[in-house]
């Protein structure tokens, strides 16, 4: 009684905590609602500061067009998309990329959270055959622990297998910038911005 007692006070807390705030949202919605003063001639508006703006309310100001931002420092638009370069190096790099972490850089944290199932969820299923075969389930005049070093090494390869998979494959959508950018909002519209060299 008193070995789980820690546990279920632990989950009492994280189930109150998670009803009262959200501490955290795995995607993070970006919205862009900024409106920019047009270029005005004779007093009408006659063009948008930027090619990436459009005219909107009777051609009274501009808006950014989806994907965009506007440098006033520069006064040039810039794609607003997420960075290439890091995505890339980090899903290229076989320690971090094997755990997809060129999607968790680029906001994408549903594809990251397939490549985390990937890495430790047959981990799991491997500990709990292992158990299965040596308390029984194996008939008795088999040998328990040949068929368990059989069952893990199958398993095993199949999951290296999967690992390395899901691996080439991230490189190869990122490279191709194939996979888009996580959900943001644009003047009330939801769209997913691609890839920037920026």
């Not at 990937?118 to 040596?134: D, H």
């Not at 190869?172 to 997913?192: D, F, M």
Request: aromatic content about 10%.
């Amino acid at each position: 009684m008193f070995r789980y007692t820690p546990m279920l006070m632990l989950l009492v807390l994280s189930v109150a905590s998670a009803q009262t705030t959200n501490l955290r949202s795995l995607q993070e919605i970006v919205k862009v609602s900024e409106y920019y003063d047009c270029v005005k001639e004779n007093s009408e508006c006659k063009s948008c500061p930027g090619s990436c703006m459009e005219l909107v309310n009777n051609n009274t100001e501009c808006m950014l067009k989806n994907c965009y931002s506007w440098n006033p420092d520069l006064g040039k638009c810039e794609e607003s998309g997420p960075a290439f370069v890091p995505a890339i190096v980090l899903q290229s790099i076989p320690v971090t990329g094997l755990f997809g972490s060129g999607f968790g850089n680029m906001g994408r944290w549903d594809i990251f959270g397939v490549y985390m199932a990937i890495v430790f969820g047959p981990l799991t299923i491997a500990i709990l055959t292992c158990c299965l075969v040596m308390c029984g389930f194996a008939a008795q005049n088999e040998d328990r622990a040949d068929c368990c070093k059989c069952c893990c090494s199958c398993f095993g390869c199949l999951w290296a297998v999967a690992i390395i998979v899901a691996w080439i494959w991230g490189i190869v959508v990122i490279a191709n910038k194939s996979v888009l950018g996580p959900e943001e909002t644009w003047y009330g519209t939801t769209v997913r911005c691609a890839l920037t060299e920026n």
